[in-house]
């Protein structure tokens, strides 16, 4: 497989589950600004919707949108109960996890991140922001995980996504659980794997 990734996007979220998993997996870089990869292919000929992760199967198949990536890898290593099984109503508590990760708190994110954004709008932005991961924080008190005991795909999209607030201006540190959450996450050694692969860890 080939995942398709730039340092620090939401592609660390699959880029984890893959070490998490334990499966074989060539990285490609892809740059977000340039859209180009390292030999200069145009990244828009393999993603034509140009972001990052993509998923390149074995067999030439690729998957884009990171809740559907991590599911399929977590599908191909059961055995290390990174998403419950089809079916249970815990899988369907996974997908609602990852559904809101998506749309409240990643997208969330991306007028922080957009030079034309007004800057009259980012205020409202931020505060937007904080209500969703307030909720988050009171939702981990006395878990280990998002899930419960057991770290799963949506811990490694959530962990991913977090990690952007210092370069918005976002301040999250009065979020306790959500501190001590990430702190439990970023030890995990897939989790540490995943950031030195990425060049985030020295």
Known sequence: MKLYYSPGACSLS????????GLAYTPVLASTKSHKLQDGTDFYSINPLGYVPMLELDDGTRLREGPAIVQYLADQAPHKNLAPAHGTLA??????WLNFIGTEVHKGFTPLFKPNTPEAYKPIAREGLLSRLSWVDG???GKDYLMGEHFSVADAYLFAVTGWAPHVGLDISHLKHIAAWRERVAAR???QAALKAEGLLK
């Open 139 to 141: 939702e981990l008190a």
């Open 189 to 191: 050694p897939a989790v």
């Open 91 to 96: 899988r369907y508590r996974l997908q609602e």
């Open 14 to 21: 699959p880029h984890i589950v893959l070490h998490e998993a």
